[in-house]
């Protein structure tokens, strides 16, 4: 000790204290050697930022000190700094961003230590600093880092729990309007709240599963399971309760595969058969409509084929375009395709004509008012609301083939799809306004009456964008 090896005092200070572990003179002299020997050392590492270093030499201390009591506590400090600054500067300093569901169990971590017992850590730092004056420095930046994590903590992780709290009380109602108003708030409000995009893409991710779940066919569910998933909570407990209870489970979605494999491959009978081989359940009503179009397609298909060269074939052709469904029929699609644009002008001639029609239904449609609040939360289907749904439904069902017409004629040269965007868009829109806004209503309508006046709305908003 006075010739200053301290790394040599530590070694035999620690082998005396083997066989006299009570002797109070060596074990304050181990304490002062393995400190003066070693923190130097840590407090180079620490600055680099060489964390995996700095907690090596907490360890190589621990064993120098094996028989010491009185120094255990101080490197328990010490190691809690360098996971503090670890923590801090590798997120980018204090002022970084706060990540949700990220950052909130390592900051709860570093505080519950403080906290415990924030005398008896403050003694044990003060004794570092009082054997080792320049660990005051690094000492106090890690006490301004603390103070900014308490901050932290009583600012952004309350807030964090309440927008958490927020968004699973929205998912139970599906109410996305309500998440997305809640992502815009707290943007706003707490400009250091990172993680906001992973519940933007969630809700977004989960929006569209809702629409796969309403469609006439598994096959957007299939795709959505195949290409999806969730990466927060809120969204990950929600798609746990969906599988557990709406969903179909993996044999029938696996069975399903088989039948998409088929259809998409054109082998039409065989999809044919195994998607009435799939056991019922509440997935049934959507694959007997599934069903149903797979059927009316492949014979469609039959009968297309027999008329090519006669004077109905144009229209047969035509007709049969329009019944495709963008998702699903696209072995189909391709298969007509170079008759398709053959006939430009007459596809073009038909998606003008349907588009035609769309805009009349919707102009008798806005005549009449829409479908008002009144309407929406009347206790049975009116012959109004039945008449303006239709409309609405009509004109969509209209715009989404005339769309489709359209484009195919763009794609070969020909066709201006111009106003008629605008108009699809109005349609569409004012379609997922409805169904928005009879969601909202839950709470308030019978269940069977819910689902009997978003049926008569029709499909939900995008499928207008979807090409072949």
Do not use: C
């Amino acid at each position: 000790m006075a010739s200053g090896d301290y790394a040599q005092a530590a070694v035999l200070s620690n082998d005396y204290l083997r066989m006299h572990p009570h002797d109070a003179p060596f074990a304050s002299m181990n304490t002062e050697a393995v400190l003066k020997a070693d923190v130097p050392r840590w407090l180079v590492a620490l600055r680099k930022g060489d964390y995996a270093q700095a907690d090596s030499i907490i360890a190589q201390m621990d064993a120098l000190s094996e028989h010491n009591a009185e120094v255990r506590s101080m490197l328990d400090e010490l190691r809690w700094i360098g996971k503090l600054e670890r923590f801090v500067m590798s997120r980018g300093g204090p002022d970084a961003p706060v990540r949700m569901y990220a950052d909130e169990p390592r900051i709860a971590d570093i505080l519950k230590h403080r906290e415990a017992d924030a005398g008896s850590h403050q003694r044990d730092l003060d004794r570092i600093a009082g054997y080792m004056p320049e660990f005051r420095d690094p000492y106090a930046l890690a006490l301004s880092h603390l103070r900014k994590l308490q901050s932290d903590d009583s600012v952004y992780l309350a807030a964090i729990d309440r927008l958490n709290a927020s968004v699973v009380k929205s998912l139970a109602t599906d109410d996305l309007d309500a998440i997305d108003a809640a992502l815009k708030d707290y943007a706003d409000r707490y400009p250091r709240l990172g993680g906001l995009e992973r519940l933007r893409a969630d809700a977004n991710a989960y929006a569209s599963l809702r629409h796969a779940m309403t469609a006439k066919s598994l096959a957007p569910l299939a795709d959505w399971i195949g290409t999806t998933t969730f990466s927060t909570p809120p969204f990950k407990d929600k798609w746990a309760e969906l599988s557990a209870h709406q969903l179909p489970p993996a044999p029938v979605m696996a069975q399903y595969a088989a039948v998409s494999d088929a259809w998409r491959n054109g082998r039409s009978a065989q999809a044919i058969d195994l998607l009435t081989k799939i056991p019922q359940g509440n997935w049934t009503p959507t694959l007997q409509s599934e069903l149903a179009h797979k059927k009316a397609v492949a014979a469609q298909f039959d009968e297309l084929r027999k008329t090519r060269g006669s004077g109905r074939y144009e229209d047969a052709l035509l007709s049969f375009y329009e019944s495709l469904d963008p998702q699903s029929d696209g072995y189909f699609a391709k298969a007509i395709a170079p008759d398709i644009a053959a006939l430009n002008g007459k596809a073009a001639a038909r998606g003008q004509a349907l588009m035609t029609h769309a805009q009349t239904l919707w102009e008798q449609y806005r005549t009449n008012g829409g479908i008002g609040g009144s309407q929406r939360l009347e206790s049975d289907v009116s012959d109004g609301f039945r008449t303006q749904a239709k409309r609405l439904s009509d004109a969509r069902d209209a715009s989404v083939r005339g769309m489709r017409m359209l484009r195919q004629a763009s794609q070969n040269g020909a066709a201006d799809q111009g106003k008629w965007n605008a108009l699809s868009k109005e349609i569409d829109d004012e379609a997922a306004l409805q169904r928005r806004s009879l969601q909202d209503l839950r709470m308030v309508l019978d269940p069977s009456l819910l689902q009997a006046k978003l049926n008569l709305i029709g499909g939900t908003s995008g499928e207008a964008q979807r090409g072949p």
